[in-house]
């Protein structure tokens, strides 16, 4: 008994194994990869940059860059040295880290 519940756990991690090469654990990662190369391409056809879309935000301590981003973003994986540099330009060059708590910063949106 012990032989055959070892021979199908085998089998079934083989199994499991051989799904996870060829078709991979996620399904939308081909898809995701495309929004973020459109997000990070942010140039038009005439070769300008186009406008960052963003949103207005009051800092409350404990707050970073990065958790203002998430709580906006649906899902959407981009990149942390975007979100840097989109903040940064966004903000006349201020680095999130010289963020002050009850001021108001213009905050990166990627819907």
């Known amino acids: ?3 055959l ?4 756990t085998i089998v079934f991690i083989s199994y499991i194994i051989y799904i996870d ?3 991979g654990t996620l399904p939308g990662a081909a898809t995701e990869t495309a929004a973020i190369e459109a ?3 942010k140039t038009s056809k005439a070769g300008q940059h186009e ?4 949103k207005e935000v009051k800092v409350q301590p404990g707050d970073t860059l990065l958790s203002l981003v998430e709580k906006d973003k649906n899902g959407s994986s981009i990149d942390i040295q ?3 540099k989109d903040f940064q330009s966004l903000n006349g060059g201020l680095k999130p880290e010289d963020m002050k708590s009850g001021s108001t910063y213009k905050v990166p949106s990627y819907r």
């Open 21 to 23: 090469i060829t078709k």
């Open 82 to 84: 975007t979100i840097i």
């Open 5 to 8: 519940a070892l021979l199908l």
């Open 51 to 54: 406008e960052i879309s963003y």
């Open 1 to 3: 008994m012990k032989r």
């Open 39 to 41: 997000v990070n391409t």
